[in-house]
């Protein structure tokens, strides 16, 4: 474990140095309407969003049999005779042709959706296909970053690099460098491009991505799993993406606000994605480490990951939850009446955040052990029922349908999941600890809540983000209830020292 703790503190300080320059983005300088109008700041949400969507399925499950595979190709082979690099990569550029030839066939169903309450995404549609195809990319260059151990190179350049180069974007479209919204979006959709190549030329001069064309013993061997594999993750991981994205993309087709009410729910959304940091670290880390685990057949050590990471992710979930519903109606004070929803929003995407990420890793462990369909079903259940909710959701109470069909599907996702993996594997991630975290996090929470106003917005957001973190992270500490953040913090300190 401590290997993935290291790992995650330090994709954790990326991450979260990325949010504090994506919510100056977020909060601050999109939503300026000195610089962007609200249906323009609501396009480049709705783009990279479809753009998820799209290079998801241009990869054709390449990116799960990387991390499925990989420890097999990479204990049997030499590297220069790992043939996996190449047959992925062959794979996404396929994709890609296909998306190519593929969407341009949807294209008139697409924009006849959008069209009445988003028409700026009609203007701007063809900007999807090179933010899809840089992103399919960069998704596999990611997967061999993970495979690698080099979590902290993918996270720096996804989390925090992407934002940066946004924020240099905004800065030149501000100052009349660039002059037009057009030129802005345009190299707004390049960026994961950019990434894509300084992981590829990265991996290249280190010598750790092989192109060998030619098949391997391993390839010969294990291809007949490795094609079922990828196809049923293709649609698992598809039905994932889509998951995750299909709320905006509703909202945009089908709230009376459009592009508004999407810019609406990004702030919100953003803001609850807070909570996922803690989880993208660990899951870049410990996805390698279960994938060993499952192939040496160490159920202690996957027992031990389960319950480590649903407690330490559970603590975050908590804290950072804490903290945004804490200064929920300051934030609506800064931005404005058109952002009135958000608190409502919080409350509710909040606590399905909370409820996803205090179950742990339950998806990497299904998906990475030989009952991988397990995985499939319940995406497959999971993305249905969200859709449909969201869909009817959305067009009888607007912006709001989304974050209450989302809680109740993963009400059900995860209590699906959690009752497989104690079915098949007796594996659960729950102690004494996650309910004393439950408990803490209350217990500080409602008397900071009760704290009346100073009439200084600032000033109400420093009292109560300072006595809150200080009342949790303190419990958290004096109790013991993690002993992974106990540790954390006790090396923190002596290096402070």
């Excluded at 509703?250 to 702030?267: C, E, H, K, M, R």
């Excluded at 404005?336 to 958000?342: I, L, M």
């Amino acid at each position: 474990m401590s290997s993935i703790r290291k790992q995650s503190i330090y994709s954790s300080l990326f991450i979260y140095a990325g949010f504090i320059i994506g919510a100056i983005n977020i909060l601050w300088l999109f939503p300026d309407q000195r610089y962007f109008s609200t249906e323009q700041f609501g396009l480049t949400r709705l783009l990279l969003d479809v753009a998820i969507l799209f290079s998801t399925a241009c990869t054709l499950g390449s990116l799960n049999i990387t991390f499925k595979f990989f420890p097999f190709y990479q204990h049997y082979l030499p590297r220069a005779k790992n043939d996996l690099p190449a047959i992925t990569l062959v794979a996404c550029v396929v994709g890609c042709l296909a998306f190519i030839l593929v969407v341009p066939l949807m294209e008139p169903f697409l924009l006849r959706k959008f069209g009445g309450r988003s028409p700026l995404f009609v203007d701007f549609f063809y900007l999807v296909y090179p933010f899809t195809i840089t992103m399919a990319f960069f998704s596999l260059m990611e997967a061999y970053a993970w495979s690698l151990h080099r979590t902290v190179l993918s996270n720096f350049l996804k989390e925090f690099l992407s934002r940066l180069i946004t924020t240099i974007l905004i800065a030149l479209f501000i100052f009349g460098v660039i002059r037009s919204f057009d030129v802005f979006v345009n190299l707004y959709a390049l960026i994961y491009g950019l990434l894509a190549l300084v992981l590829f030329l990265y991996f290249i001069k280190k010598g750790e991505l092989p192109l060998h064309f030619r098949i391997s013993s391993v390839t010969r061997r294990l291809w007949p799993r490795m094609l079922v594999f990828g196809l049923s993750f293709f649609l698992s991981a598809m039905l994932n993406i889509l998951a995750k994205t299909n709320d905006t993309i509703i909202i945009a087709s089908q709230s009376p606000g459009g592009l508004v009410d999407t810019a609406v729910f990004v702030i919100a959304t953003y803001l609850v994605t807070l909570m996922d940091v803690p989880q993208r670290s660990l899951i870049s880390a410990a996805t390698a480490q279960i994938s060993v685990a499952w192939k040496e057949k160490d159920m202690e050590k996957i027992g031990r990951l389960y319950r480590k990471t649903a407690l330490n992710l559970l603590i975050a979930a908590i804290g950072i939850l804490g903290l945004l519903l804490l200064n929920a109606k300051s934030l609506v004070e800064f931005l404005g009446p058109t952002y009135a929803p958000v608190p409502y929003l919080l409350l509710v995407l909040g606590f399905a955040r909370l409820i996803d990420l205090g179950t742990g890793l339950n998806s990497q462990i299904l998906v990475l052990s030989k009952y991988w369909k397990v995985d499939l079903l319940t995406n497959l259940l999971f993305v249905g029922v969200s859709i449909l909710l969201n869909y009817l959701l959305t067009v009888r109470i607007g912006v709001m349908g989304p974050a209450w069909g989302g809680l109740i599907a993963i009400i059900l996702f995860n209590a699906l999941r959690f009752t497989f993996l104690w079915k098949l594997f007796k594996l659960q991630p729950f102690t004494g600890h996650n309910l004393k975290a439950l408990l803490l996090g209350a217990a500080v929470f409602f008397p900071v809540y009760l704290i009346p106003g100073s009439g200084n917005l600032y000033m109400d957001v420093i009292i109560r983000s300072g006595l809150f973190t200080i009342l949790f992270a303190g419990g958290i500490f004096y109790f013991r209830i993690s002993e992974d953040m106990n540790a954390a913090l006790r090396s923190i300190w002596m290096r402070v020292r």
